[in-house]
């Protein structure tokens, strides 16, 4: 495995591309957690992961508008149904296996962090949250505000959020529960139920969309500020539509070409 990654932003996670992760994905088998110092452990889905997408993801991928960025991808699933029903989508992800996993699903990813540059900034329909990555970088605002940047102004987030009312910031590492405890780098995550979501959003210039459950998933979507643009989209956008399916295509080949080298 490769152990040279491009400079980043706030919130690498560099765990996730630890073995743990990777053997799991390989597998398709947990056990997986996320361990808190003082011992509290968050089952990781592996087995719902690796897996073709179920009904409850579905209620969400039903919702996407334009082409569809998935945030924190895993090992695809999500990026596979939507090329499957006609969607462009591009997956990202710290973890070189969640990256060639997704590759051998037919999807397109690239190994890169929401905080890296990615290609499309500021044209992306929809943006994608599930699986807990609401968590990514333990800064939920900041995670919000770097979402924002990637979307056409009027985007769609669509997140999924913790069915408990809860808002936490924590430190965790990665454990699959062997004994002994091999002691593994720390990262910042955080856990949101969809009231705190929903601050945060207000705090940030989001617009509630919908919520929504799903086989004891809770999820909500959101709308990005019609009005905003960043330096990477053009205050003429008035074809923005015809924009985003031209311009796609040609960007994307050129970035995976890139993260292939």
């Known amino acids: 495995?490769?152990?040279?990654?491009p400079p980043i932003g706030p919130g690498r996670a560099t765990a996730w591309a630890a073995d743990p992760y990777a053997n799991a994905l390989l597998t398709g088998r947990g056990p997986l957690f996320l361990r808190r110092a003082d011992g509290w452990l968050l089952p990781l889905d592996i087995e719902r992961w690796c897996a073709d997408a179920d009904a409850?993801?579905?209620s969400a991928l039903r919702?996407?508008?334009g082409p569809v960025v998935d945030i924190g991808c895993g090992p695809g699933r999500l990026v596979a149904a939507l090329a499957a029903h006609g969607h462009r989508a591009l997956g990202i992800d710290v973890s070189e296996a969640a990256v060639a996993h997704t590759r051998c699903l037919g999807g397109s990813a690239l190994r890169r962090s929401v905080f890296d540059q990615l290609p499309d900034e500021g044209r992306w329909g929809t943006a994608l949250l599930l699986d807990g990555n609401l968590g990514i970088g333990g800064d939920p605002g900041a995670l919000l505000r770097r979402t924002a940047a990637l979307l056409a102004p009027g985007g769609l987030l669509l997140a999924e959020t913790a069915p408990e009312d809860v808002d936490e910031r924590v430190q965790v590492r990665l454990d699959d529960g062997r004994e002994p405890?091999?002691?593994?780098?720390?990262?910042?995550?955080?856990?949101?139920g969809t009231p705190a979501l929903l601050r945060y959003a207000r705090l940030h210039g989001w617009q509630p969309a919908d919520q929504w459950e799903a086989d004891g998933r809770s999820f909500v979507s959101l709308r990005a500020d019609r009005t905003a643009r960043t330096t990477s989209h053009s205050a003429d956008s008035a074809n923005s539509a015809a924009v985003i399916r031209s311009q796609f295509s040609r960007n994307l080949s050129g970035d995976i070409a890139e993260a292939g080298s």
């Open 1 to 5: 495995m490769s152990t040279t990654l």
């Open 56 to 58: 409850a993801d579905l």
């Open 181 to 192: 405890v091999v002691a593994g780098a720390h990262f910042p995550w955080a856990r949101l």
């Open 63 to 65: 919702r996407c508008e």
